[in-house]
C-alpha cells in the first residue's frame, strides 16, 4: 500500500503492527477500521496506564468504567440509580461552534439511554479564549446556541456547568458535554454482544458522510488554517430525531429480546459493533448494503467509518427481531437487520456478497498499541519556583479591584448562558443555575441529586499534582454545600500533546493527584474520557491548552428538601468562616488581573482536612444549622461575599483580624473554606458543632438589610460598595463583552 495513504491513517510503526496482526497487508476499509479503533480517541493508547491508578469502585457503584456510562445505587431501598459521564467534543465546536458542540450534548445523551436510563439532567463545561477577539465571540455564541439548541429541542434540561476564559484556549476552546439519567438497577442494559446467531440491528438516523474520520480527527492537533476542510469531520445532529431515538429505545428495552445496545459515537458503526463483540467474547458479521444511507454511493469505508448522529446498534435475540423493529418503526425511525453474531471473534464485513473485510476483534481493541510516553518536569515549572508575590505592589482602590474582579468574564455571572437553556423541563430541578451545584429531585424517592462540574486550570498549569487534587475536591465541595453526599465522579481530561514529555509530565502529575483525591473523599471515577491533542500550530510554535481535568461529582441527599443554595437568605444572619485564610494567590484571577499572566506554585490542598470539612459541613446542612453555604474559590473571600449578597440584593458586613497584607487576604484562592450564614440563636450550636469536627469556624460578620457590602481588615475600612452597582456588573459584564462593548 501506499505510504502516503498508510500515513493518513496509522503511522508506520502502527502499520508494522497490523502487518504482523493479521499476517498480511490490510485493505483500504480495513486500515481505515484500524484507524478509527487505534485512534487516541477511541484506545486510549497514550493514556491508558496512567488510568489505571483512579479508584473505581465503592459499596454505591454499580458500573464503573468500561461502558457507556458510569452508573451508581441513589437509593438502595427502590433500587434507583443513577448513570452519567462526561465527554467532550472540543476540535468540532471549534471547526463548527453550532454543531460540534449540539452534537457533543446528542452524544452524550445516548450514552446515558442506551444504559437503559432516562435523561434528566444535562450540564456542560466550556473553556475559551478572551472575548477581544470577534472570532472568539463567534465561537462562544456558537457553542452555547448549540448546546441550548440541543438540550432544549429533545427535552433534557440543562441545569449547570462552568465557564472558563483564558488566551491558552484561544485556537482550542473546549467543550465538554455531560448528561445524568435515572434507571432502575434491575433494568440497566449493556453493551455486550452475546449469544451466536443473534441478530444484529440497525436503529435510527440514515448514515451520511458527516463525521468520517471524526474519531481521528479528534486524535490530532490541527491549525485554524485546516478549519474548512476538516468540516466534512462536524457531524450535523438532529434533536427531535433523538427524542424519538430515547423514547423508542427505552419502550424497545421494556420488550424481551434486547440483549446489548450501544450508540455509533465515536468511530460509529466500526466501534460500536467491535467494542460490543469485545466485551462479549464474540465476532459480528456486518452487511453494508443493509444500513440505510441518505447519500448514494456511499463506499463500505464511509459507511464504517461514518459519525452521522442519532444511530444505535441494537443485538436482539434470535426470533424477536420483527417486534423489536416494529417498536422504532411505530416511532418513524429507519431499524433494519444488518447482520449477526458468530463465534469466530472477527469483524466481517460483507458488501453485496462480497466480503469487504476481516479483521481479529483483538486486534483492534485488546491488542491496540499501548505507549509508555517519556515525560519530564516542564522549564516554566522550575522557573516559576523562585515566585515571591510578596513583591507585588498592594493596591489603592480595594473597591475598585473588586469591580474589576466582578467584571472578569471567568467571575462575571453566566446569566447571559444560562438564561438560554431550559433548565426547568422535566421539572425535577430544584436549585436553578447559579448555585455552588444543581440539585434535582427524583419523582419516586425523597431523595435527592446534587452534581457539580469543576476545574481551575490554572492550578493544574502551575502545580499539575496539587492542581489534579483540587478538580475533584472542589467538585466534591460544592456537592457538599448543596446539603449532598458526594459520592463518584466522571472525568474528561483534556490536554495538549502526549507526544511532548512535557505535556505527558503534566497528564502523569494531574492523574497522580485525582487519584489520590478520590481516595481520600471516597469519590470513585464511574467513567470519562481523554482528549489529548488540544493544541494549535502558529507562527511562533504551537499553543497548547492548560491541563484541563474536568470533573463532574455526583453526590447524594438524603432528603431533598433539606437542599442548601449559596444564597444570603436574611438580614442579622451571622457570617461565618470555616477554614482558614493564608493569602495564596498564586494562579488567581487577582493574579491575572494585575500581573497579566499566572505564576508560582499555585495552590495546595489538605485532602485530608478537606474530607473533614465536607463531611461537616453536609451534616450540619442535615442537621437543619445552615442557612447559606458557598464555598471561597474564583475571586476568593471578598468576591464569596459579594456573590452570597446578589441574590436577594442583601448587604454584609464583615471584619477580618489575620496577619495578611489585605489583598492576598481579600483575594487570594487557598482551598478548603466555605463562608455560611447562621440563625443568631444557632450561632453556639454552629460553633460547638464544628469544634468537635475539629473544622475551624469563624465569625466575620453578619448580614444587612443597608444594600451595602462593607469589609474591614484589622479595623479600617477597605471596601464599601452598593450591592445593587456590583451586580449589574456581574449579570451584565460577559453579555457587554460578547457584544463588543468592552
Request: glycine share 8%; hydrophobic share 35%.
Amino acid at each position: 500500500m501506499d505510504r502516503e495513504i498508510i500515513e493518513q491513517h496509522v503511522t508506520m510503526e502502527e502499520y508494522e503492527r497490523i502487518l504482523k496482526l493479521l499476517g498480511r497487508e490490510p485493505n483500504l476499509v480495513e486500515l481505515g477500521i484500524f484507524s478509527a479503533m487505534w485512534s487516541e480517541h477511541c484506545s486510549y493508547k497514550s493514556s491508558r496506564p496512567h488510568l489505571k491508578k483512579f479508584p473505581t469502585s465503592a459499596p454505591w457503584v454499580v458500573q464503573g468504567p468500561g461502558e457507556n456510562a458510569g452508573i451508581i445505587m441513589v437509593d438502595e431501598e427502590k433500587g434507583i440509580c443513577a448513570a452519567f459521564k462526561v465527554e467532550s467534543h472540543n476540535h468540532p465546536s471549534f471547526i463548527e461552534p453550532f454543531h460540534g458542540a449540539a452534537t457533543g450534548v446528542g452524544g452524550i445523551l445516548r450514552d446515558i439511554f442506551t444504559m437503559g436510563a432516562r435523561p434528566i439532567a444535562c450540564m456542560d463545561s466550556l473553556r475559551f479564549g478572551e472575548l477581544h477577539d470577534p472570532r472568539m465571540r463567534y465561537i462562544v455564541k456558537g457553542v452555547v446556541s448549540g448546546i441550548s439548541h440541543y438540550g432544549n429541542c429533545v427535552g433534557v434540561p440543562t441545569v449547570g456547568g462552568e465557564v472558563y476564559f483564558d488566551s491558552c484556549y484561544q485556537t482550542n476552546p473546549l467543550v465538554n458535554a455531560f448528561a445524568l439519567g435515572i434507571v432502575k438497577k434491575e433494568k440497566i442494559f449493556y453493551a455486550r454482544a452475546t449469544g451466536v446467531g443473534n441478530s444484529v440491528i440497525y436503529v435510527g438516523a440514515k448514515t451520511g458522510r458527516d463525521g468520517i474520520h471524526g474519531a481521528t480527527m479528534a486524535s490530532e492537533e490541527f491549525s485554524s488554517e485546516e478549519e474548512v476542510e476538516k468540516k466534512v469531520n462536524v457531524q450535523v445532529g438532529d434533536p427531535f430525531m433523538e427524542k424519538l431515538l430515547i423514547e423508542a429505545c427505552l419502550e424497545a428495552m421494556e420488550k424481551d429480546g434486547i440483549v446489548a445496545i450501544q450508540d455509533m459515537g465515536a468511530a460509529g458503526l466500526t466501534s460500536s459493533s467491535v467494542e460490543m463483540a469485545s466485551r462479549g467474547g464474540v465476532g459480528v458479521v456486518l452487511y453494508l448494503d443493509k444500513v440505510p444511507t441518505r447519500e448514494e454511493g456511499m463506499t463500505p469505508y464511509e459507511i464504517m467509518l461514518s459519525e452521522s448522529q442519532e444511530r444505535m446498534l441494537v443485538v436482539c435475540e434470535k426470533g424477536k427481531e420483527e417486534e423489536i423493529i416494529e417498536v422504532f418503526r411505530r416511532w418513524e425511525l429507519d431499524a433494519c437487520v444488518i447482520g449477526e453474531i458468530i463465534e469466530e471473534p472477527v469483524l466481517r464485513l460483507f458488501w453485496h456478497g462480497e466480503k469487504v473485510a476481516e479483521l481479529p476483534v483483538k486486534a483492534l481493541t485488546e491488542e491496540a498499541p499501548v505507549y509508555y510516553r517519556p515525560f519530564k518536569v516542564p522549564a516554566y515549572i522550575l522557573k516559576n519556583a523562585s515566585y515571591d508575590q510578596n513583591n507585588l505592589p498592594e493596591p489603592k482602590d480595594y473597591n475598585e479591584i473588586v469591580k474589576k474582579l466582578l467584571d472578569s468574564p471567568t467571575i462575571a455571572s453566566k446569566r447571559w448562558i444560562y438564561r438560554q437553556y431550559d433548565h426547568m423541563v422535566q421539572i425535577n430541578t430544584t436549585v436553578y443555575p447559579g448555585s455552588d451545584a444543581a440539585v434535582l429531585r427524583i419523582k419516586e424517592s425523597k431523595k435527592g441529586i446534587a452534581i457539580s462540574s469543576d476545574c481551575n486550570s490554572r492550578y493544574c498549569y502551575l502545580n499539575p499534582y496539587e492542581g489534579g487534587k483540587i478538580a475533584v475536591a472542589e467538585a466534591a465541595r460544592n456537592v457538599a454545600c448543596s446539603g449532598a453526599k458526594p459520592r463518584a465522579i466522571t472525568d474528561c481530561l483534556n490536554f495538549a500533546s502526549p507526544e511532548d514529555p512535557e505535556i505527558m509530565w503534566q497528564f502523569v502529575k494531574v492523574t497522580d493527584g485525582m487519584a489520590d483525591a478520590c481516595k481520600v473523599l471516597e469519590t470513585p471515577v464511574v467513567s470519562g474520557n481523554v482528549s489529548f491533542y488540544n493544541e494549535t500550530a502558529t507562527e511562533n510554535g504551537k499553543r497548547a491548552v492548560f491541563p484541563t481535568p474536568t470533573v463532574v461529582c455526583v453526590g447524594v441527599l438524603e432528603d431533598v428538601e433539606k437542599r442548601m443554595t449559596s444564597f444570603f437568605k436574611e438580614a442579622g444572619d451571622v457570617i461565618v468562616l470555616l477554614g482558614e485564610n493564608t493569602g495564596n494567590i498564586s494562579g488567581s484571577e487577582y493574579q491575572k488581573l494585575v500581573e497579566g499572566e499566572f505564576k508560582g506554585r499555585g495552590q495546595t490542598i489538605d485532602l485530608r482536612f478537606e474530607k473533614t470539612l465536607q463531611d461537616a459541613i453536609v451534616e450540619a446542612i442535615e442537621k437543619g444549622l445552615v442557612k447559606s453555604a458557598h464555598d471561597v474559590s474564583e475571586g476568593g473571600i471578598a468576591i464569596n461575599l459579594f456573590e452570597s449578597a446578589f441574590e436577594k440584593e442583601l448587604g454584609f458586613e464583615v471584619e477580618f483580624d489575620e496577619d495578611l497584607r489585605t489583598d492576598f487576604l481579600l483575594f487570594g484562592e487557598e482551598q478548603s473554606r466555605i463562608v455560611i450564614t447562621v440563625s443568631p440563636e444557632k450561632l453556639t450550636e454552629v460553633l460547638e458543632f464544628f469544634e468537635k469536627k475539629t473544622v475551624p469556624a469563624k465569625v466575620i460578620g453578619k448580614v444587612t438589610d443597608t444594600g451595602r457590602g462593607v469589609i474591614r481588615h484589622k479595623g479600617k475600612e477597605v471596601v464599601n460598595l452598593p450591592i445593587k452597582e456590583c451586580k449589574e456588573i456581574y449579570e451584565t459584564s460577559l453579555e457587554k463583552k460578547l457584544s463588543g462593548e468592552h
